[in-house]
């Protein structure tokens, strides 16, 4: 101000000081106070002795600093009084005021850990937490406000949906499907740009169906290998050795499926999938189906005539197992023709997007129906050919593969569609299904043949005479019962065997003497053995009952030569 006002004067005004008091300066004699006030002194500022800035704010007061102080007690000091009226004046003596906060350049700074309320155990230093002296406290992240009516500044925090953003502080808005609102509630992302799930191999969820699925497809090779080693053993030959490869193949054919079941969905891998399972299953149930039926057949044949029965060569079954096998095939490939594979974005609910192949659970369960319709067919004649004699009894095996199976994907199926929201169970529990079917078949088939091939080699040789297919039943002594009528056992032992009874029989008939006690069996007679036997007479001291001639033909069958060799 001086020197705007005094400028001209200033240099005599130092000069007149060294000498004689100052002067004032004319021109502050006139000047104006509300001038003064504004222009000059409100603008004043300067560093104050304890370091801070000193100035005016517009309305003309210096700065405000205050000190908050908090009447607190002091908790840590035990009390120390010896009557009732010490308390007031020991409790007096301990409280103290303690700085809490600050007020300074209009901002206010409180240490809310250092405020004290009340307190409500003294021994233990609870305190009342502080009151706030607000109406309504700030909405944390995903809540909006909803204002209270007739408050003003009040409001309600209410919670927003999980799918819902925050458009303004009492507004929520949903996300479209497929997205999801950032973590800040400001705005919605994609889904299927951050999240995409899919089976992951390093997951619990496809390690444990692909160690099941490894360990049985070495289990299978390992199988293949012994039946090929010992390919021209009566025990290979008797379990029908081109079937039995082709459900070895099958096998293997659904062990590999779990890795297409895991695997991330592409095209490719959807058609390897709509086509695998089902193929891999009908190829497996037809050849089961097919070996049941050749059974069935052939006893059922044999009771009513001797003649052989059709189709029961092992050409015929392998052709009958390709075309049951086909049906499955031709069908999987007219349902990608109708509907081509693909992917699809799935949602099992609003915060998830699974990447799967575009066909619905149930469309891929009624692509099995065909199997399953082989799966009963086999159970039927597993049932039928339940009795069969002791030498072809793979079919009770065969049997209990069905019973085990049926029991399997009858569990499945429940598990299957109350697993739909959780993918990776869903995608789990199918590939165990299909490791445990062929499991079952892996080891109720195969395993009583490699422990005769491993364990027991002496039993893998052909027994002789049909040994076990005859009927044996002991007479007594001085007693010979005639051949009786041909049965299908006798049937099933084939013309190499008929002749060897044949000589049996003339060797028997023709003998000088009578045994003591003889073992006979139900041998098969050719009409020149039984004329023989009619005109001999029977050796003195034995009986001989009349025998009844044949009603039927005898004629073998050369289909069963080796599985009636060897009881399995």
């Not at 700030?138 to 919670?159: R, S, T, Y």
């Not at 039927?380 to 009795?387: E, P």
Request: proline letters at 6%; charged letters at 20%; aromatic letters at 10%.
């Amino acid at each position: 101000m001086w020197l705007d006002n005094c400028g001209s004067e200033t240099l005599s005004s130092w000069i007149s000081r060294a000498t004689k008091p100052p002067q004032p300066c004319m021109a502050l004699k006139h000047i104006d106070g509300d001038e003064f006030y504004k222009t000059y002194l409100l603008n004043v500022s300067f560093t104050n002795m304890v370091g801070n800035l000193f100035r005016f704010d517009a309305q003309g007061d210096g700065p405000a600093i205050y000190t908050i102080l908090n009447y607190q007690p002091d908790l840590h000091s035990p009390f120390k009084h010896s009557s009732v009226n010490d308390i007031e004046t020991d409790r007096s003596s301990r409280n103290d005021y303690k700085e809490v906060g600050r007020w300074h350049d209009g901002l206010l700074e409180i240490d809310e850990d250092m405020l004290f309320w009340r307190v409500d155990d003294v021994e233990n230093g609870t305190m009342t937490p502080t009151p706030l002296s607000v109406c309504s406290l700030p909405c944390h992240v995903g809540f909006n406000k909803q204002l209270i009516k007739d408050e003003m500044c009040c409001w309600a925090c209410a919670k927003c949906e999980p799918w819902e953003y925050l458009a303004n502080e009492t507004t929520c808005v949903e996300c479209q499907l497929g997205w999801w609102p950032t973590p800040d509630r400001t705005t919605c992302y994609n889904l299927a740009e951050k999240e995409l799930k899919h089976m992951i191999w390093a997951s619990w969820y496809s390690v444990v169906p692909s160690i099941l699925s490894v360990i049985g497809i070495i289990c299978t090779v390992m199988v293949i290998i012994i039946y090929i080693r010992h390919n021209e053993t009566p025990i290979v030959k008797a379990s029908g050795r081109e079937l039995s490869y082709i459900l070895l193949g099958a096998i293997i054919i659904c062990y590999l499926m779990t890795f297409i079941l895991l695997a991330k969905p592409t095209a490719i891998i959807c058609a390897f999938k709509r086509t695998g399972v089902g193929f891999g299953f009908s190829v497996l149930y037809s050849a089961m189906l097919v070996k049941t039926n050749r059974i069935y057949r052939i006893f059922s044949q044999a009771r009513m005539s001797a003649q052989r029965p059709r189709f029961i060569s092992p050409l015929s079954q392998v052709v009958i197992t390709v075309m049951l096998a086909s049906v499955q095939l031709f069908a999987s490939l007219i349902w990608l023709l109708i509907a081509p594979p693909g992917t699809r974005d799935h949602y099992p609910d609003r915060s998830q997007v699974v990447l799967t192949c575009n066909v619905a659970d149930h469309l891929f369960l009624v692509s099995l129906s065909y199997d399953a319709l082989l799966i009963v067919l086999c159970t039927v004649y597993a049932v039928k050919t339940r009795k069969v004699p002791e030498n072809f009894n793979e079919a009770k095996f065969i049997g209990f593969t069905m019973y085990t199976t049926c029991i399997i994907w009858l569990s499945f199926v429940p598990i299957y569609f109350g697993t739909g929201t959780d993918f990776q169970i869903q995608t789990t529990t199918l590939c165990i299904s299909i490791s445990m079917s062929a499991n079952v078949a892996l080891v109720c088939i195969f395993s009583p043949k490699l422990w005769i091939i491993v364990i027991e080699p002496e039993k893998n040789v052909r027994k002789q005479c049909g040994e076990s297919m005859m009927t044996k039943r002991s007479t007594p002594a001085g007693t010979l019962d005639e051949a009786s009528p041909p049965t299908q056992y006798s049937a099933l032992l084939g013309d190499q065997r008929r002749r060897t009874s044949q000589r049996l029989s003339q060797a028997d008939s023709s003998a000088p003497t009578a045994r003591g006690s003889l073992t006979n069996s139900t041998f098969v007679s050719s009409p020149q053995m039984q004329q023989n036997n009619e005109t001999t007479p029977a050796p003195t001291g034995v009986q001989k009952r009349k025998r009844q001639p044949p009603t039927e033909n005898t004629t073998g069958y050369e289909s069963l030569e080796e599985e009636s060799l060897t009881s399995v």
